[in-house]
């Protein structure tokens, strides 16, 4: 991620690109924070958004870690 004065900018996979997009997606319109989708592995965002989107990405990957039985 690359912080700029109006946004930020996220440089990342095709499959984290559309998990963020629709994890904004999911948000009511006040709280949306994707500024531009400029193409399928990069996106500009608010700045405010930084935490919450690793705060998510945390979450999903956390949810979706695998533990072997003992």
Known sequence: ???ATRGLFIS????M??????????????????IH?????HLFVQPHAAEMIKSAISEFRDQNSYEKPT
């Open 1 to 3: 991620m690359v912080n």
């Open 12 to 15: 990342c996979d095709i499959p």
């Open 17 to 34: 690109a559309q998990f963020i997009i629709n994890y904004n997606n999911s948000l009511p319109q006040s709280q949306k924070f994707i």
């Open 37 to 41: 989708v400029l193409d399928g592995t």
